[in-house]
C-alpha cells in the first residue's frame, strides 16, 4: 500500500515554508514529489511580536480601567443607574478580553512554539478577541448616544436621530465583521473579509468624530447659559476629555485602517486592535471620574457637590431661574433650585 508523507522546510532568510508531499511505493527506495508549493510569511517580528507588545501594552490599560472602575463605584455609587451598569458590563467586557488575548499569545508563543504552519492558524480566542472588541466600541457608543441625545433634545431634534442612525450602522458593520471572521482559518484568508474590516474601522472613527463634535457643542451651549463659574469650569474639564478621548480613538482606528492596508501581511493592526478596546473604556471612565472637579479659584463660594453625569441637563432646565435671579439669588439658594431641577430630571428618566 502507498504511502504519502508530507514535509515542510523553512527558509529563514528568503521567509518561505516550502511544502512537499512524498508517494512512497512498497518495496522500492523512490519517491515521487506530488505537489511542491512555496508560502511567503512575514518575520516573527512583525506578527506574534506585534501581538505581543500590543498586548503587554493592553495588559498596562488594564490596570488602568481597574483604578477608575474603583474610583467610580467609591464616588459615584448613587449614579444613575444606566451609567452604572454599562460600566460594570464594559469591565467584565475588558476583563474577558484580557483572558482570551492571553490564551491566544499562549498559543501562538508556547503551544505551537516551532510549528510554522500552526502560526498560520486563527485561534479560536483570537476570534472572540474580535467579537469583544465590537461590542465594547458599540457599548461605548451606545451610552455616548445616550448622553447626547439626553442633551440634544433641548437644542436640535436632528443631531440626536443623525447620532443613533451612525451608532446603529456602527453595529451592523461589528456585528457583519463578528460574522465573518469565524468563516475564516488561518490570516491568509484575512484579504476575504478585508472589505469587511475596512468598513469597520471606517464606521468607527466617523462615530468617533461625530460624537465628540456634538457633545462639545452641546457642552459650550450649557457653558453660555450658566453663570456659576465653578460649574463651567466643570463643563470645560469634562469638553477637554471628550475631545481627547474622541481624538484618540479616533487616531487609533484610523492607524489600525492604514497598517491594515499597508501591510496586510503582519499583524501590526492586530496587535493595536488589542489597545482599542482599553482606550474606549479609559476615556469613558476619565470622563466619569472628573466630575468631582472643584474650582478653588472661584469668585462664588459654592458648595462643593459632585458633579453627575447628567447635570448639564440640570443647568439647561435651570436657565430661567439663573437669569432671572443674577443679582438677587444667593448661593444657596441657587444650589437648593439646581437640587430640586436635578430631582425632576431623576424623575423623568
Given at each position: 500500500?502507498p504511502?504519502?508523507?508530507?514535509?515542510?522546510?523553512?527558509?529563514?532568510?528568503s521567509?518561505?515554508?516550502?511544502i512537499?508531499?512524498?508517494?512512497?511505493?512498497?518495496?522500492?527506495t523512490t519517491?515521487?514529489?506530488l505537489?511542491?508549493?512555496?508560502?511567503?510569511?512575514?518575520?516573527?517580528?512583525?506578527?506574534?511580536?506585534?501581538?505581543?507588545l500590543?498586548?503587554?501594552?493592553a495588559?498596562?490599560?488594564?490596570?488602568?480601567?481597574?483604578?477608575q472602575?474603583?474610583?467610580?463605584?467609591?464616588?459615584?455609587?448613587?449614579?444613575?443607574?444606566?451609567?452604572?451598569?454599562?460600566?460594570?458590563?464594559?469591565?467584565?467586557?475588558d476583563?474577558l478580553?484580557?483572558?482570551?488575548?492571553?490564551?491566544?499569545?499562549?498559543?501562538?508563543?508556547?503551544?505551537?512554539?516551532?510549528?510554522?504552519?500552526?502560526?498560520?492558524?486563527?485561534?479560536w480566542?483570537?476570534q472572540?478577541?474580535?467579537?469583544?472588541?465590537?461590542?465594547v466600541?458599540v457599548?461605548?457608543?451606545?451610552?455616548?448616544?445616550v448622553?447626547?441625545?439626553?442633551?440634544?433634545?433641548?437644542?436640535?431634534?436632528?443631531?440626536?436621530?443623525f447620532?443613533?442612525?451612525?451608532?446603529?450602522?456602527?453595529c451592523?458593520?461589528?456585528?457583519?465583521?463578528?460574522f465573518?471572521?469565524?468563516?475564516?482559518?488561518d490570516?491568509?484568508?484575512?484579504?476575504?473579509?478585508?472589505?469587511?474590516?475596512?468598513?469597520a474601522?471606517?464606521t468607527?472613527?466617523?462615530?468617533?468624530?461625530?460624537?465628540?463634535?456634538?457633545l462639545?457643542?452641546?457642552l459650550?451651549?450649557?457653558?453660555?447659559?450658566?453663570?456659576?463659574?465653578?460649574?463651567?469650569?466643570?463643563?470645560?474639564?469634562?469638553?477637554?476629555?471628550?475631545?481627547?478621548s474622541?481624538?484618540?480613538t479616533?487616531?487609533?482606528?484610523?492607524?489600525i485602517?492604514?497598517?491594515?492596508?499597508?501591510?496586510p501581511?503582519t499583524l501590526?493592526?492586530?496587535?493595536?486592535?488589542?489597545?482599542i478596546?482599553?482606550?474606549?473604556?479609559?476615556?469613558?471612565?476619565?470622563?466619569?471620574n472628573?466630575?468631582?472637579?472643584k474650582d478653588?479659584?472661584?469668585s462664588?463660594?459654592?458648595?462643593?457637590?459632585?458633579?453627575?453625569?447628567h447635570?448639564?441637563?440640570r443647568?439647561?432646565?435651570?436657565?430661567?431661574?439663573?437669569?432671572?435671579?443674577?443679582?438677587?439669588?444667593?448661593?444657596?439658594?441657587?444650589?437648593n433650585?439646581?437640587s430640586?431641577?436635578?430631582?425632576?430630571?431623576?424623575?423623568?428618566v
Amino acid at each position: 500500500m502507498p504511502l504519502i508523507i508530507s514535509r515542510y522546510h523553512v527558509s529563514h532568510s528568503s521567509g518561505q515554508i516550502s511544502i512537499g508531499h512524498l508517494f512512497l511505493t512498497p518495496k522500492s527506495t523512490t519517491y515521487r514529489i506530488l505537489t511542491i508549493c512555496s508560502v511567503v510569511i512575514p518575520s516573527i517580528a512583525s506578527t506574534l511580536g506585534a501581538v505581543y507588545l500590543g498586548s503587554c501594552v493592553a495588559l498596562v490599560l488594564y490596570g488602568i480601567t481597574n483604578l477608575q472602575t474603583f474610583l467610580y463605584y467609591k464616588r459615584y455609587s448613587d449614579d444613575w443607574w444606566f451609567y452604572r451598569y454599562s460600566v460594570a458590563v464594559l469591565w467584565v467586557f475588558d476583563t474577558l478580553h484580557v483572558i482570551l488575548s492571553t490564551h491566544a499569545l499562549y498559543f501562538y508563543l508556547i503551544e505551537s512554539f516551532g510549528d510554522y504552519l500552526g502560526l498560520i492558524k486563527i485561534v479560536w480566542s483570537f476570534q472572540l478577541d474580535v467579537v469583544l472588541n465590537n461590542l465594547v466600541i458599540v457599548c461605548v457608543h451606545i451610552v455616548y448616544s445616550v448622553r447626547l441625545w439626553m442633551l440634544g433634545r433641548h437644542f436640535h431634534r436632528v443631531v440626536p436621530w443623525f447620532v443613533v442612525f451612525i451608532v446603529l450602522a456602527s453595529c451592523a458593520a461589528a456585528i457583519l465583521l463578528s460574522f465573518e471572521v469565524f468563516t475564516i482559518s488561518d490570516f491568509f484568508q484575512l484579504h476575504d473579509i478585508s472589505r469587511t474590516i475596512e468598513g469597520a474601522l471606517a464606521t468607527a472613527a466617523t462615530v468617533d468624530i461625530i460624537i465628540a463634535l456634538s457633545l462639545c457643542y452641546y457642552l459650550l451651549k450649557c457653558r453660555v447659559t450658566t453663570v456659576f463659574s465653578s460649574t463651567t469650569v466643570r463643563l470645560m474639564v469634562i469638553l477637554r476629555f471628550i475631545l481627547i478621548s474622541g481624538l484618540a480613538t479616533t487616531a487609533c482606528s484610523l492607524i489600525i485602517l492604514i497598517t491594515f492596508l499597508a501591510s496586510p501581511d503582519t499583524l501590526i493592526f492586530a496587535g493595536i486592535s488589542f489597545i482599542i478596546p482599553k482606550l474606549y473604556i479609559n476615556s469613558l471612565l476619565a470622563m466619569f471620574n472628573t466630575r468631582g472637579t472643584k474650582d478653588h479659584s472661584s469668585s462664588i463660594s459654592v458648595p462643593h457637590r459632585p458633579f453627575k453625569v447628567h447635570d448639564e441637563e440640570r443647568i439647561i432646565n435651570t436657565i430661567p431661574l439663573s437669569t432671572i435671579g443674577q443679582g438677587t439669588t444667593t448661593s444657596e439658594d441657587s444650589i437648593n433650585t439646581g437640587s430640586k431641577s436635578e430631582l425632576r430630571f431623576h424623575g423623568s428618566v
